[in-house]
């Protein structure tokens, strides 16, 4: 299992918020890298960010990749289309995906959906409490109902995202707001979670459950030993009834 | 457009609880038809109770019914398998049902979800937020986001249903829990809304918005000209193929 | 209901093949325009092309369209990236989208869908019989089951789109090949509808069957007077608990 | 991994079809026991059928079963209900389900769906192609599309189930029609396979690439370690917002 932890490495990069620092010393990317090598010993884990060769995203480094991890919230748009639909291919060809949180408006995700990806949102540090609506979805596999997150950004609904597969969380938000913070969806042959909780202002990815969302997420999303490649066209001369 | 209004009326017979005359003086299922009757003037609205004769869902009564609603709650083992399973018949054969509140764990429900429709509660008169996450749904048509109700029982997830055809709702409650309070399903050539506010205890029923969504629901589930009847079974001797 | 009925009209301006004159002698768009105005007299049918000013997709032509019809083959790559990005626009604020056929590559469903959209194809004229799998679905009310195809190019699966919320139709072919030639899918508030059958090559859009599906398609992808746009972004300064 | 191959065994016993001792000299349930053992080595596979105590159901035959197969064609009503009770808790609990063929007619589907299962089907020993509709689906890894089965009773559409979570496969027949041949659905913890190749009268349960799908179907529905148990009411005093 290999796994790629992008990051789009801004915030940190200039220091703002100016504490993202004392929470993610090793930057967004760091943090959640630690999550998961606690969680999966035997993955490899890498990590990638918007100013390293070639984006963070080349070809070789994708195809090297089990599962992609994706965190974007200031510089969607200083992502070439071309990367984004380099990476879209890999999704599509079997690549898994973990969008978390303001990567919903990254120009992968909206690729990938067709829709606008809005949604409403407030930056007032509230709790957030995340429900289990699909118990027995592996992504949900040991998770508390609810999990809290003390301090949060509200996301809430309408998210216009298209009908997912699976809901698996549902949260709400001290004001009052609900938001489907964990979906599934499947595109070509890869599979796609987007998990909101997560944000460059509050030290959610330091909170041990979260590593455990994203563990399994990466577990469910990862194509294995599946052959990768998108479906091709194809243009058999006979059917099967004059074939045989 | 025939719909009929189904409630088991236990409650109101024994006034339990005391104030539910003083809320509906002629039933829930009173207080439904007349939301209804205002807004589908066209509409032909009935009601019956659990005491009618055959307990209010006689053949010929379901025959001439476009769109059945179903109110039930402390006397869902009273009505008889046979007639559940008229009734399942009915909505197989493309009878529109809307199922509100404690109808969840009612045998007809049970029997078209196959699954336990188990779910968390609390009575505590808290205030619920219905949210719109669907706002393309022809039943969110016109209703607010949130839609408030002062005070309402919880229901909370997990709520054990299949994967529904559409969450046109999902409500918060002061507590902080979460419930897809509006679904969708397709069962045979039948829709079935389930809706889960309202309640005994509360004035839900008399709220103008909840009004709205449910004759939203009554005209999504109906089926309007289209031949009534369940998938036949069909044993052609022949392919299509060699027949031609 | 105002209908725009849309024909990339290269096979036409070109007389290739040199038969489709003889069977659409008003072009494609002509034919599907007569097939729609004999089903829905009270519906103003349009057509345009890409010859047309502004591709035949300006914005004023948009905002007064209620369903929009595709259909292209040969010239996708000649309708720019920001006119699609125009017509997705009105599809996800409300407009419905019936894509034909060979749509299935434009460059308007690959943005909606995220995925290829690859098939198998094999251009034949081999007889299609398309079967209903959702009757209860409106698309397929009135329509016979199979709707029988005599010459038809072949579509196979694997058809690369995301889960569909209904799979209405799937047609099998005399090679032997199935196809799953109707489906729908929600994007924002627009609802779509890809069907399968019609080629230049064949007078599918002739038969008056094909014309029943196109008009039920249309009457369910309608928006009718629900308010048209996007999903907005929303930030709120206060929660709802706060707020009241 | 615990295997419980579960075959009404009657056709077996009466010796109707003549031939099914030859095509399956230790019954269609050992059979398929010994394709999964192949595949599945570390498994325990074990066999029941109808003849056995307790309808070879008991609650501890349940309690030690991951994956319960089910085939079942002219006994469906001699299991008795409480026993199907029993069955479907344990499904939705977590316990992973496989219906095979007619086993869509068995009183534990249909309580699983809420439909009638109704189908077509014509005896004639016709070729049925399994083309694959979801090729990254873990139940198609490694099948061929189309997987050919040279002589099988024709299932045709409709198929009145609720829509599935996937559909996995379609066949074609050689008669023209075409079904729905793998479809999945989660109901409560439980994942449900059906799969319809399969008859008394044909050797397809001797066919390499059919025990491949059954043991794709298997670790695809099989709960793990995961705890079991259905969704149970709870009746929280406080809420969240309140406790803390």
Known sequence: MRVLVWNEGV???RQQPANIGYYYPSGIHGAIA?????????AKISTATLADD????????????DVLIWWGHIAHEEVPHEVVHRVQEHVLGGMGLIVLHSGHHSRLFRALMGTTCNLQWRNAGER?????????HPIAR?????????????YGEHFDVPRPDDVVFISSFAGGEVFRSGLTFTRGNGRIFYFSPGDQDYPVYLQPEIGDVIANGVLWASPGDSP?????????????FESS
Chains 1, 2, 3, 4 share one sequence.
């Open 128 to 136: 957030e409490l995340v429900w289990t609506v699909a118990p027995g």
């Open 142 to 154: 040991g998770i508390p109902s609810p999990l809290v997150i003390p301090h949060q950004e509200m």
């Open 11 to 13: 915030h940190e990069a």
């Open 228 to 240: 990768r490649g998108v479906t091709p066209v194809v243009n058999p001369n006979q059917g099967w």
């Open 54 to 65: 070639q984006f963070g995203l080349a070809e070789n480094s994708l195809d090297q990749t």
């Open 34 to 42: 630690d999550l998961l090598s606690r969680r999966l010993p035997d």
